[in-house]
């Protein structure tokens, strides 16, 4: 049994374990492989920190007590976009994949950011080895593409795909 939960502090080493598991797997999620669990604590932090302070929101699907998957709603937008969150780290562990709760994890996420008043979501995901099929299977419209925008994890360029999803009111 899966329960996704709004994340604090207490998360930081587990988040830490997935963000590294992650990137090892080839995830693009920002950073370079390796990722030392020094500058993966150090991202958690700032992370949870924000989320502290009201800017965005990690959450969190437990299996138990192990993390099994995360995903950021981040709602720190410019003071002319107040209705606008994008979609960050969304990551489920290896062990945990293909059971529907990266799924579950969007919702949820869908479902905070428009208890928050957020009417418009954006995400972008890696063109090679992202997650393009789940976005749109979730009903994520795809935008467009941008060639060779970074790197992946080991190495070589990828491009990146742009989508969003009118959600709450403007669902
Ligand atoms: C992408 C990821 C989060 C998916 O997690 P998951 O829990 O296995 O996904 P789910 O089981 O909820 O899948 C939901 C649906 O999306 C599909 N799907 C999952 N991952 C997919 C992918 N990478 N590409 C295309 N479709 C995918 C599933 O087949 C499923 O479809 P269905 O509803 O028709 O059966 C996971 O593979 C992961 O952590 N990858 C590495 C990090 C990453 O790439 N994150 C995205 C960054 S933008």
Redesign the pocket.
Known sequence: MIAIEVLDEAAEEQLSD?LIE?VA?????SFMHPLSRPDAEAFWSGSLAAAARGGRVVLG?WDGAAL??T?TVLLDCPPNQPHRGE????????S???????????RRAEAEAAARGRTLLV????SE??????????GYQFVGEIPDYALKPHGGLTGTRIYFRRIGAAG
């Not at 797997?25 to 999620?29: D, K, L, Q």
């Not at 080895?129 to 979730?138: I, Q, T, V």
């Open positions: 997935i992650t797997g080839g995830g693009s999620v699907a099994a998957g995903v979609i960050a780290k969304l990551m489920v562990r290896p945990h994949r293909g059971r529907g709760i990266a799924a579950a994890l969007m995400l972008d995901t890696a080895d992202g997650a393009a099929g789940l976005y749109e299977g979730l």
